[in-house]
C-alpha cells in the first residue's frame, strides 16, 4: 500500500474546489472523490492507498492539503475513490519536513514549489503522519476565522467599471503576474470582448512589451492566432490594455487537468493546428517565444474546435514591426518562456534564437499532451531543469505511453533534438511529418476533446 502526494493545478483548484457554490476555504470539506491523471508514478496505488491531494496558494506560495482520496481505483483516465472528508488545512510549516520515501523533501527555493511537486510522489510513513497531526489540530479551527462577514444588507450595488469610457467590464476571466484579463462589453456596439490590462508596472520595458504584442499580433493573419481588435491607454489608471476577440472554451492546459491525456490522432490534430498558426507567426516575422498548453485556446466555432495561439507578450518580432522609438528594444540577459517549455537555446539566453525554438516548446506540448508529463518533469528544482535542457536529450516518449506509434515518437523526438539543426527546420516541415499521420486532416470536432 502506498500514500502518495499528489498536487492539484491552480487552474482546476479554482475551477472545481467549490463548497455550497463558493470558492473553497481552510476548514471546508472538498468532497473530491477522483484525481485525473495517467502517471505512472501513481501506480504504486494498484495495492492499495491514499492520494493526498495538495495546492499551492498565493501569498508566499503557500501549501494546502485540500483532500485526501481513499482507496482510489484506476478507470483509464482517473483513479478514483472513496469521497473526501478531510479538510483543507494550510500545511506551509511542514514544508521543511515532509521527506518523502525516497528522502529527497519538498525544495525551498522561491517560485519553484510547484515544480517540485509536479510529478506525484510516494509519502513516508513520518510525513502522513506529521500531515495528519497538522489537519486534527488546525483543521477546524481555520474555518472560523475565515468565514466571511455578511456584506450589509443595504449596501448599494456598485457601478461596473468603464474602462476608457468605453469598455464595461463584466467579469474577471484571469489574472497574471502584471495584469488581468476581463470579460468586457463595448457601450456603443454591445460586443462582449475580451480585455486584457496591465494592473502593475513592475517591470522595465513592460509596458513596451505590451505594445509589442499588439503590433506583434495584428500582422498574423490566420485563424490560429487572437486577433487585437483595439488597443489603448485608460486615462482615469494610466492602464494600458488591449482587446480581443472574447473566445469560448478553454485552453489545452484545462483540457489535459482535466481529462488526463489525449489520443495520438487528437494531440497530432491539436499540434497540427499550432504549428500552423506558427507558420503563419514566422512567416509575418513573429516568434512566441512562449508556447506552451495554457497558450493554445480550443475555440468553439460552430461545430468544431479551432486551435488559436494566445499571448504574444514575449515574442521577438522584426524591427520593421516594433514602434520608431522602440528599435532598440530587446530582451538581453533576460530568459523570458515557461522554464518547462523553454528550448535550450532560450535557457541561455542565445542571441541566435530564432523561429525554431517554437518548434521545440511545441514538441514539448506534443510529448505532455501523449505522456502525461513534461520531458523533464523528474527535475526537483529550477536549476536542475534548465541543465537537463541543454544537455540530455529527453526520454523516449514510448517509455511513458507505450500505446504511442513509433512514427509519432519520431516527431516528438526530432522536434525535441538540443541542437536546433537538428530538429524541423520550419513550422511547414513539422506540418509535413505530421500529415503524414493524419490521413483525414486535422479538423478537430467539438465532441472529440
Not at 340 to 348: A, D, I, K, N, R
Request: charged share 25%; glycine share 8%; aromatic share 4%.
Amino acid at each position: 500500500m502506498a500514500d502518495i502526494l499528489a498536487i492539484v493545478s491552480k487552474a482546476v483548484f479554482e475551477r472545481d474546489a467549490r463548497v455550497d457554490g463558493r470558492a473553497l476555504q481552510a476548514g471546508d470539506v472538498w468532497p473530491v472523490d477522483r484525481y485525473n491523471s495517467t502517471n505512472k508514478a501513481l501506480q504504486p496505488l494498484a495495492d492499495g492507498g491514499r492520494i493526498f491531494l495538495v495546492t499551492v496558494r498565493p501569498p508566499n506560495e503557500q501549501l494546502w492539503l485540500v483532500g485526501v482520496v481513499e482507496r482510489p481505483t484506476f478507470d483509464g483516465a482517473a483513479w478514483i475513490g472513496a469521497a473526501n472528508s478531510t479538510p483543507a488545512t494550510n500545511i506551509s510549516a511542514l514544508r521543511a519536513e515532509i521527506q518523502f520515501e525516497s528522502g529527497k523533501g519538498i525544495s525551498q527555493d522561491r517560485g519553484t514549489l510547484g515544480m517540485s511537486l509536479q510529478t506525484p510522489r510516494v509519502l513516508a510513513g513520518g510525513d502522513v503522519d506529521i500531515i495528519l497531526s497538522a489537519v486534527g489540530a488546525g483543521g477546524a479551527a481555520a474555518k472560523l476565522d475565515t468565514v466571511p462577514a455578511a456584506p450589509p444588507r443595504d449596501r448599494p450595488k456598485a457601478k461596473p467599471r468603464v474602462i476608457d469610457s468605453r469598455y464595461e467590464i463584466v467579469r474577471t476571466l484571469g489574472k497574471g503576474g502584471m495584469g488581468v484579463v476581463h470579460e468586457a462589453r463595448h457601450l456603443t456596439t454591445g460586443r462582449k470582448v475580451a480585455l486584457k490590462e496591465i494592473l502593475t508596472i513592475t517591470e522595465k520595458n513592460a509596458v513596451e512589451r505590451f505594445q509589442r504584442e499588439a503590433r506583434a499580433t495584428g500582422a498574423i493573419e490566420t485563424r490560429h492566432v487572437a486577433p487585437i481588435l483595439d488597443a489603448g491607454l485608460d486615462p482615469k489608471t494610466d492602464h494600458p490594455y488591449l482587446v480581443m476577440e472574447l473566445l469560448q472554451g478553454d485552453d489545452l492546459a484545462q483540457r489535459l487537468a482535466k481529462f488526463g491525456t489525449l489520443g495520438e490522432d487528437v494531440a497530432l490534430r491539436v499540434v497540427a493546428q499550432a504549428a500552423t498558426g506558427l507558420k503563419h507567426a514566422h512567416a509575418a516575422g513573429v516568434i512566441h517565444r512562449d508556447i506552451k498548453p495554457a497558450n493554445l485556446f480550443l475555440a468553439k466555432r460552430d461545430d468544431e474546435l479551432v486551435v488559436t495561439l494566445l499571448d504574444f507578450g514575449v515574442a521577438r518580432v522584426r524591427d520593421e514591426l516594433r514602434p520608431p522609438d522602440q528599435r532598440t528594444l530587446t530582451a538581453t540577459g533576460a530568459m523570458l518562456g515557461t522554464p518547462l517549455y523553454m528550448s535550450p537555446e532560450q535557457v541561455v539566453g542565445s542571441k541566435k534564437l530564432d523561429h525554431r525554438a517554437d518548434l521545440w516548446s511545441l514538441g514539448v506540448v506534443l510529448y505532455e499532451a501523449l505522456a502525461g508529463v513534461t520531458p523533464y518533469d523528474d527535475a526537483e528544482t529550477l536549476g536542475a531543469l534548465l541543465v537537463m535542457i541543454c544537455r540530455e536529450p529527453a526520454r523516449p516518449v514510448r517509455e511513458l505511453a507505450p500505446h504511442v506509434s513509433e512514427m509519432a515518437e519520431t516527431v516528438v523526438t526530432r522536434a525535441l533534438a538540443i541542437d536546433p539543426d537538428d530538429r524541423y527546420q520550419t513550422a511547414d516541415e513539422l506540418l509535413d511529418a505530421i500529415d503524414t499521420l493524419l490521413p483525414y486532416g486535422d479538423r478537430l470536432d467539438d465532441f472529440v476533446l
